[in-house]
């Protein structure tokens, strides 16, 4: 429909109209997004959808048509004959049909102007001519020549004007192969045929009704004579002024070879209507140049010219009704005339049209041609960027398709086709535009890949090297490359085959016999360089005598990179493609001595011993956040003499980065594999892409700075993973100096604009391990000053805290190194000498690089961490404290104040690092591990102040009170009761705390006189702390010789209590408990002997079970000494038991209780001293007899009811 929308809406006819079965107008000219309405046809009750919208139209309001009086001469020319009219604007002369040829690119520049709909959703576009002409092959006689290409699922029909080919080739010797071949196989006695004279009288007349028709006045105006030397002009036109069209092979202009987006000449959309015309199932973008007239019923008609001799045929029906149904009209208007003068006008509707007298066909029988030869045609022109030619001689009924390309391939250069140069830009605008929306939709990715690979395979690189270098950057783009951790995620379009080709219902299907009929067959008559035939047209009439099977292409497939290696590599080659094509644009005789891209290029690195570790890593820092802070304000230093803002720039740019980000996630996925060689490598690549960039830029976007803090983070983990895996380091360093060939050639292709040596301080591998903890520090310190540059803190403050974190953790790894190698220079050094200034030197850095990482992690409020640190600091404030304690002789040795200095310095840092906690459900075994820490620092203080007692400082009360209340808070953060693998550890360790207190107030209480009340004190305080310890060593199996320790220790106290005591009641009562005490150690014998007797059986068993596998050895002098002190205190008890029971019965009345006391330990006695009178018992024995001795004593005690002891 033409004209303003607001005319035709005003003039939309009715809606009773389409309710009644005719057609409905749309009245939605120049409309882009049509609504969904259109024109239905019924005729005879079987239906043929049809519905036509315009997308763009440049024709002129549409003129009421002028009738014409009876015996109008139409040989005569009108006054306006070939005028630009002001009614109609510069688009009139189009119209009224002066140039109904069709040009041989028509549908690639309606394709241009509508890109959106190729590819994708649209079947074909073509002019309505060519359309016509494919509906009526069934009918007709006439040769069918055509040029068809596939873009996506979208077919472009032109016109390839056989005859008009070979003039040219006569002329320019372009298209000689298919001249040969033409005359081979199809018609040998070619020869250009003429038009004939009754053709161009009736283009002349039709011309002037057309000019006559829109002439106000409707006269017939005759002209002056000069008009009449226009005529042959404009009928005879000569083949050579109709053949300018065709553009020979890459007649292109410069702006098509350079700029991809520049539209094409000879390419222009030169039609005055684009219209979406959707027939039955099959949607058509076509162009029209049909005059459409105002006047009658309905705001638009058609106007015909007829010669009244000659009756209409279905030809022309076929035609006329095709023509209406395009352009959405609903009514024909034909003028008869006779000779060329008029005779009468008539009116038709459009749907009335195939039921004219002599031109009566089935609108069914079309639909079924339509769709059986879009059928055909999508079935057989398979490959997109290929042409293929459809062609049916005249009088003949076999229709054939040839596939010129691979025709063109088998003769000459694939250039000479001058389609080529059409279809890659087209292929290439149709992949961007697809580009453009594929966020929305990820499924066409394989289209869009395919259409790009094909645009790429047709263009010559020296001369496109732009489209080619973009198409590939397009391609690289495809790949998703920002998610390296998020593998096989639903929504991503990688790990599936994404695009069904191109129609969800396009199913691959075997060759059945309906479609057998266009697949070659071997009859000789046949003719084998065609890709398919139809064999007789009348099978175009048979309804899905083709079925659309539209065969996939296994290439449009989406590849499935099974990993991110191989979608970063295929990512690389495409961007290796696209640098390639840059720089071969900018070769200059001044050039760079060209390199061979495959020899590795020799890199001047400094002599390791003059960069001098981390001091010399200092000054490349400065000068790397120099350069930084210059990036700010902008610079640009190509070495190869790229002009910003040119094409090659800003290409080379996106280029390097893409492969700069690949890099970046192949190291990281090698980092994942623990490559850490390769990774090394592939960061070594990002950051010298990277330096690139910054060469190249000259305005950094704050992403890219992100990159590169990324990319250095990344670098400072590889460089961390190395020094934590010395052991493997020449496994790593191989992996690091590979490179393969398509490594070579980007670094070759970066080597143009810069020495890519910006990052060298930070990717070089390196065999010392203090420098490769302090390069993976400045790594992370180059990573963080980048993020304080510009706003990027606050904008990514996920990535700062990993930074940050990263940081900490580095400064902590270092501070450890210094801490052991001190220790270790500690453990060389000689007891009695001074600590050395190497230590001391030590010291300083691994409590600096403490303190600065416990500084990273308060900032980034990470207390868990922050407390490891503290308490790592504190580790270093105990080993300062262990290299002050060997200054004096073992002998005179007592506990310095320095080593008092750096205890309590500790315990200060263990108490921060429980501060910085909080509370123990913050991380129980951080908490734990400093607690224990913690208890341990005041458990050592007070074990050698108790052992190396600074009596020449402090008075023996002072250090006593120390020493207990050290104790005491060692107590306090040793956890006896959670259940843990420390447990053991620190029941004994608490033990061993009542241990020494008992043992220290037992000790008090033999050598203080003085302060009754003091005595008692100490004499209760040492029996509650033996009672603790005896408690809980019992608790544990691995320590029978400590609890038979503290046992005879408490015995020694009670015997103690007793050179006290005077009466013999009192005596007795003490007695009595000590005994009590001696029968509880029976468990600690039961555990001795066990232990031995496993060790008497091993040598019997064979040597294959060593002695460590029991639990802790024993000590058999240790057991041997205390076993001697236990019989001599065991026959010592029952001695002065016995004297005393005896006294005691000799004096007073007979007691049975003692008296069976009395006799259970005489027996018991006389045991003991036969034992230990055979001095060559062995030691199980002895421990035996012990045993058996303890279970009597016990019994009989029992049995006598002897008072119980603690």
Same mark, same amino acid.
Request: contains cysteine; hydrophobic residues 35%; proline residues 4%.
């Given at each position: ?58 024709? %002129? /309001? ?20 070939? &005028? ?21 690119? @028509? ?42 290409? &596939? ?34 196989? *199809? ?10 004279? =009754?053709?161009? #009288? ?19 105006? %005759? ?7 226009? =005529? ?78 000659? %009756? ?152 496109? /090297? ?38 969800? =219902? ?47 292409? %296994?290439?449009? +497939? ?7 290696? $191989? ?40 002599? $390791?011993?003059? &960069? ?9 820092? +400065? ?114 100096? #590979? ?106 850095? @691994? ?90 620092? #005041? ?22 009170? $120390? ?62 702390? #033996? ?71 091993? /040598? ?53 209780? =003692? ?30 007899? *012990? ?12 049995? +006598? ?6």
């Amino acid at each position: 429909v033409m004209g303003d929308a607001k005319d035709a809406g005003a003039e939309a006819p009715p809606a009773t109209v389409a309710a009644r079965g005719g057609l409905s107008l749309l009245s939605q000219a120049e409309s882009e997004e049509p609504p969904a309405q259109g024109s239905g046809l019924f005729l005879g009750g079987s239906e043929v959808k049809s519905r036509a919208v315009v997308k763009c139209s440049s024709a %002129p /309001p549409r003129a009421a048509f002028a009738r014409l009086e009876e015996k109008t001469d139409l040989k005569l020319p009108p006054a306006n004959w070939l &005028r630009e009219s002001a009614k109609l604007g510069p688009a009139g002369t189009t119209i009224l049909g002066n140039s109904k040829k069709s040009k041989p690119f @028509s549908s690639f520049g309606m394709a241009y102007d509508f890109i959106d709909s190729v590819g994708n959703d649209v079947d074909v576009v073509s002019d309505s001519e060519n359309i016509k002409k494919l509906l009526k092959i069934p009918y007709s006689k006439s040769h069918v020549s055509m040029a068809v290409h &596939r873009i996506g699922r979208t077919l472009l029909l032109d016109e390839l004007d056989i005859q008009e080919l070979f003039m040219r080739s006569s002329q320019t010797g372009d298209w000689t192969w298919l001249k040969e071949f033409y005359q081979r196989l *199809i018609d040998q006695k070619w020869q250009r045929k003429k038009k004939s004279k =009754e053709h161009w #009288y009736q283009k002349a007349i039709l011309s002037k009704f057309l000019y006559y028709s829109i002439n106000g006045d409707g006269a017939a105006q %005759p002209v002056p004579s000069d008009a009449e030397q226009q =005529e042959p002009s404009s009928s005879d036109q000569t083949p050579d002024s109709e053949g300018a069209a065709w553009p020979a092979p890459f007649e292109m202009p410069s702006s098509v070879s350079e700029d991809p987006s520049a539209s094409s000449q000879g390419l222009k959309n030169d039609f005055v209507r684009n219209i979406l015309w959707t027939f039955e199932d099959i949607h058509m973008l076509v162009g029209s140049n049909m005059p459409i007239f105002g006047g009658g019923r309905y705001p638009a008609v058609s106007l015909r010219l007829r010669d009244n001799n000659k %009756p209409i045929n279905v030809l022309t029906g076929i035609d006329y009704w095709l023509d209406n149904l395009i352009c959405n009209v609903p009514e024909l208007v034909m003028c008869f005339h006779v000779n060329g003068i008029v005779q009468k006008y008539e009116m038709i509707k459009t749907e009335e049209i195939p039921n004219l007298e002599n031109s009566n066909f089935s609108t069914k029988v079309i639909k079924d041609i339509a769709q059986n030869i879009l059928s055909f045609l999508k079935s057989n022109c398979t490959k997109e960027g290929h042409t293929y030619w459809l062609f049916k001689a005249s009088g003949s009924d076999i229709v054939k398709l040839y596939d010129l390309t691979t025709l063109c391939e088998e003769t000459e250069d694939k250039y000479q086709n001058p389609f080529t140069m059409p279809v890659a830009v087209l292929l290439y605008k149709v992949a961007c535009n697809m580009m453009m929306k594929k966020n929305q939709n990820r499924k066409h990715y394989g289209t869009i890949r395919t259409l790009l690979l094909n645009c790429v395979k047709l263009l010559d690189k020296s001369r496109h /090297p732009q489209i080619i270098a973009s198409a590939n950057y397009m391609l690289s783009e495809l790949f998703q490359l920002d998610e390296p951790k998020k593998e096989g995620g639903s929504d991503s379009p990688l790990n599936e085959n994404s695009d069904e080709s191109y129609s969800e =219902e396009e199913e691959e299907m075997p060759d059945s016999d309906e479609n057998g009929s266009y697949s070659t067959s071997s009859d000789p008559s046949d003719d084998n360089k065609a890709v398919a035939i139809i064999k007789s047209v009348g099978e175009l009439s048979v309804p899905e005598k083709y079925k659309s099977i539209h065969q996939i292409r %296994p290439s449009c +497939a989406f590849p499935v990179c099974h990993d991110t290696e $191989e979608r970063c590599r295929l990512v690389l080659s495409y961007v290796l493609e696209g640098l390639k094509s840059v720089d071969s644009s900018i070769k200059k005789e001044s050039d760079l001595p060209a390199a061979d891209p495959s020899t590795p290029i020799p890199l001047k690195y400094e002599d $390791e011993s003059t &960069r001098g570790g981390p001091e010399g890593l200092e000054k490349q820092m +400065a000068l790397f956040l120099d350069k930084m802070g210059s990036l700010q304000k902008g610079s640009c230093s190509s070495q190869s003499g790229m002009i910003p803002g040119s094409w090659q720039h800003k290409m080379k740019l996106q280029l390097i980065l893409k492969s700069s980000k690949a890099y970046y996630i192949l190291s990281d996925a090698a980092m994942s594999l623990q490559k850490y060689g390769r990774a090394l490598r592939y960061i070594k690549l990002a950051l010298q892409s990277h330096d690139t960039y910054c060469c190249l830029c000259t305005n950094m976007l704050s992403e890219v700075l992100l990159f590169l803090s990324q990319y250095l983070t990344l670098c400072g983990d590889i460089q961390l993973m190395l020094a934590q895996n010395a052991n493997n380091r020449a496994a790593h360093l191989e992996e690091f100096n #590979y490179q393969t060939k398509e490594d070579q050639e980007i670094l070759h292709s970066l080597h143009r604009e810069s020495s890519c040596q910006g990052f060298a301080w930070a990717t070089d591998l390196s065999t010392d391990l203090e420098s490769q903890l302090s390069v993976s520090c400045k790594c992370y310190e180059a990573a963080n000053e980048i993020l304080q540059f510009s706003d990027l803190k606050s904008q990514n403050p996920e990535h700062y805290v990993q930074v940050l974190k990263r940081m900490g953790n580095v400064r902590n790894e270092i501070g450890v190194f210094y801490m052991n190698q001190a220790a270790a220079l500690q453990g060389e050094r000689a007891v009695s000498k001074s600590v050395s200034a190497a230590e001391q030197q030590l010291w300083k850095k @691994s409590f600096s690089c403490f303190e600065k990482g416990i500084h990273n992690f308060e900032s980034i409020d990470d207390a868990t961490n922050a407390a490891l640190l503290l308490c790592n600091t504190g580790r270093l404030m105990r080993i300062c404290a262990q290299a002050h304690c060997g200054a004096e002789d073992e002998f005179k040795r007592e506990f310095s104040p320095e080593e008092g200095l750096y205890y309590n310095k500790a315990v200060d840092y263990y108490l921060k690092a429980l501060r910085s906690l909080g509370t123990r459900d913050i991380h129980p075994v951080v908490w734990d591990s400093v607690n224990w820490e913690l208890s341990t620092t #005041y458990f050592t203080m007070a074990t050698l102040q108790q052992d190396y007692a600074p009596l020449s400082r402090k008075a023996q009360e002072q250090i006593e009170k $120390e020493v207990s209340e050290a104790m005491m808070k060692s107590l306090k953060h040793c956890d006896i009761d959670s259940v843990s693998a420390r447990q053991p550890l620190c029941q004994y360790r608490a033990a061993t705390i009542h241990h020494r207190l008992a043992s220290m107030y037992h000790s008090c209480l033999r050598n203080q006189v003085g302060d009754e009340h003091l005595r008692k004190q100490h004499r209760v305080l040492a029996d509650l702390h #033996y009672s603790k310890a005896a408690k809980l060593f019992q608790l544990l199996k691995d320590a029978p010789c400590e609890l038979l320790r503290v046992q005879l220790e408490r015995v020694a106290f009670a015997e103690f209590q007793m050179t006290s005591q005077n009466s013999n009641v009192g005596k007795l009562k003490t007695l009595s408990g000590a005994l009590d005490i001696m029968v509880r150690t029976e468990h600690a014998f039961q555990l001795i002997r066990k232990e031995l007797m496993e060790e008497c059986d091993q /040598p019997k068993g064979g040597e294959a079970a060593p002695a460590a596998d029991s639990s802790p050895n024993l000590n058999r002098e240790e057991v041997i000494k205390l076993l001697s002190i236990f019989e001599s205190r065991l026959s010592f008890l029952l001695l002065q038991s016995i004297r005393l029971l005896s006294s005691s019965k000799k004096k007073s009345s007979s007691n049975i209780e =003692e008296d069976a006391i009395l006799r259970t330990n005489k027996q018991i006695y006389s045991q003991l001293l036969r034992a230990s009178a055979n001095k060559s018992t062995a030691l199980v024995e002895r421990v035996g007899v *012990i045993v058996r001795v303890l279970q009597q004593l016990a019994h009989g005690r029992s049995g +006598a009811g002897g008072s119980g002891v603690q």
